[in-house]
């Protein structure tokens, strides 16, 4: 096997959408991937096949079109287990996305945190793993520590150490940093957090589009993830949860599905993941998200992974020459993730000079505002990579940097 770009772009509609007119229409170049992905064609179409043919609310009636769509959000369920090495199906929760996956484990295993206590996270934290944390210390009473990451956006395993005590209840980390593209030592990190009896959450939002976790190779306790940044739809999303953690954990939100018994004075809950998941669950969703993984779990990943390799080096290199310009994050083996500030220029103002080009990148703070801050800046301009780029893209982005950071200097 090997990877044809060319052919997997062509599975992706907004891949082939143009900007301007006349004799000034071009092709609109997609950088914004970490924010979110463009969606294939045959998710697009799963998404709608199952509106046709499979709908009906799941785990209810013993009808065809229930046992259709409870098949399939079930099928799903299988695929996320499969792709993230999870031992069991009742390990993988079906969220709205990350955020959520995270609180949910931020309100659930918040009991066992005390006054007193500490939860580690590390300074290049997305907020959705900074603030559902913040919110819990400053309920509990426990301080939140932060492991530094040093200049070229690398986390020192020593340094987070460090932190890290007989008080530490949680450590959250991300597996990668969406504003530096920093691939973090997971299984080193979980190595010290198990050493002092802490719990791990790992924020996988960045990483599932790039390569394959396997939890229990890493020894995670909790994994959470995004559907729409995997070339799934918005609104889906994972948490994995070792089973021993999650069969001892309470729920979350209280509801229909999950629970076992119910009287006025008492409930009592159903197992996971059944717990976790009260309410109407996205089933359409999660049955899209299973496409999406199928189909890259079908790709030659080893070959996207060198093709995506090729890509974070070509971009580096053609931007290295325009004058004034920093990189944000260095870190060796880092992922498609470009983070730049250019001397004298506001970023959205390169955002919008490109965007008149056709080149979607973003701005701002990139939901990592400590990060910036630690950098001594207050928004940079981003552009992000998926395996659907090119070197092509690339070459373009760069002509078009230069001749905006001209235009604005
Ligand atoms: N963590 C990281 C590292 C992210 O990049 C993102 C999305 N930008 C999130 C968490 C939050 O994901 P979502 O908004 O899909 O819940």
Redesign the pocket.
């Given at each position: 096997m090997s990877f044809d770009v060319d052919a997997v772009r062509a599975e992706f509609p907004a891949l082939a959408l143009t900007v301007g007119e006349g004799s000034r229409v071009r092709p609109l170049i997609y950088l914004d991937s970490?924010?979110?992905s463009q969606k294939p064609q045959r998710v697009l179409d799963a998404y709608i096949d199952f509106y046709r043919h499979s709908n009906a609310n799941v785990h209810r009636g013993a009808h065809l079109l229930a046992t259709r769509a409870t098949d399939a959000y079930e099928g799903a369920r299988e695929i996320v287990r499969r792709m993230v090495g999870a031992r069991y199906t009742s390990e993988i929760v079906f969220t709205?996305?990350?955020?959520?996956?995270?609180n949910l484990v931020a309100n659930t295993l918040g009991g066992q945190v005390r006054a007193g206590d500490n939860i580690v996270i590390t300074a290049l934290?997305?907020?959705?793993?900074l603030v559902p944390w913040q919110m819990l210390c400053k309920r509990m009473g426990a301080s939140l520590r932060v492991a530094p990451v040093e200049d070229d956006g690398t986390l020192s395993v020593a340094r987070f150490a460090e932190l890290v005590d007989g008080r530490t209840r949680i450590c959250a980390f991300?597996?990668?940093?969406?504003?530096l593209g920093t691939v973090l030592p997971v299984a080193e990190l979980v190595a010290v957090a198990r050493e002092h009896g802490a719990l791990t959450v790992v924020?996988?939002?960045?990483a599932m589009s790039h390569f394959a976790p396997n939890v229990q190779a890493l020894g995670v306790d909790f994994y959470?993830f995004?559907?729409?940044?995997v070339f799934a739809p918005?609104g889906i999303?994972v948490l994995y949860g070792r089973r021993e953690l999650l069969d001892a954990m309470p729920p979350w939100h209280g509801g229909g599905e999950m629970v076992d018994t119910v009287t006025f004075e008492e409930t009592t809950w159903a197992p996971p993941p059944m717990r976790f998941e009260a309410g109407t669950p996205n089933f359409a969703g999660a049955f899209a998200l299973g496409v999406a993984l199928a189909w890259l779990e079908a790709l030659d990943r080893p070959a996207v992974e060198a093709h995506e390799r090729a890509l974070v080096e070509a971009i580096t290199e053609r931007v290295a020459p325009i004058p004034g310009l920093r990189i944000i994050g260095t870190a060796p083996g880092k992922v498609g993730v470009l983070t730049f500030d250019i001397a004298g220029i506001h970023a959205h103002d390169i955002g919008t000079l490109l965007d008149q080009q056709g080149i979607a990148i973003r701005t701002g703070t990139?939901?990592t505002q400590p990060l910036l801050a630690r950098f001594g800046l207050k928004a940079t301009a981003r552009a992000s990579l998926a395996l659907y780029n090119t070197l092509d893209d690339i070459e373009r982005f760069g002509d078009a940097l230069e001749r905006a950071s001209r235009m604005l200097r």
């Open positions: 970490a924010a979110t709205r996305g990350t955020t959520e996956s995270i934290e997305h907020h959705s793993n991300s597996h990668v940093s969406n504003a924020d996988g939002a960045q959470a995004s559907g729409h940044k918005t999303g990139h939901c």
